[in-house]
């Protein structure tokens, strides 16, 4: 599944990472959110290509985002 993070409308409020460690995290310098390492395509922190298996935890994130800026597709 694709996951993209609207980074310039994150709040920093750290309810992805909260949910779901294993694909978001909290960017050092600007302290938004973003997709860890692993999962990036290319080097773009808001864009990610996310195993099935964490499906339920991205969702959760997404779901849980009080901005709703983390979008999913199939």
């Known amino acids: 599944m694709k996951v993209t993070i609207e980074r310039a409308e994150c709040i920093s409020c750290g309810t992805c990472h909260a949910e779901c460690p ?23 922190p808001a864009v990610g290509q996310v195993p099935e298996r964490l499906e339920d ?12 800026i983390i979008h999913i597709e199939e």
């Open 22 to 44: 294993e694909v978001f995290e909290e960017n050092e310098d600007d302290f938004f959110s973003q997709i860890v390492e692993e999962y990036r395509i290319g080097d773009d």
């Open 57 to 68: 935890c991205v969702q959760a994130a997404a779901d849980g985002c009080p901005v709703q």
